[in-house]
């Protein structure tokens, strides 16, 4: 684990299972597409919940500080302020 506090959300159920839980957000970004392709917005929304909640998942098993996630979101962000992104 790496230093500094945990997430307090959502661990995945199984945390011997690290190859489904690293396979989680990609199938949930898959129900995402499936959301869009129905022209459903509030499905769509929460597909995309969905997504955000695997992924932190993931981050918390892997042991991820706020830190880190703070740090990668920054990072994040200045690499689309340089290609002109949100």
Known sequence: MRDGYRFE????????????????????????FGAWQLNSDTHVLNECMDVVQAVVNLLTALGFTQEDVDMAIERCNERNRERGRL
């Open 9 to 32: 959300f959502g661990a995945f159920d199984e945390p011997d299972a690290p190859k489904a839980q690293a396979l989680k957000p990609l199938e949930e970004a898959a129900e995402v």
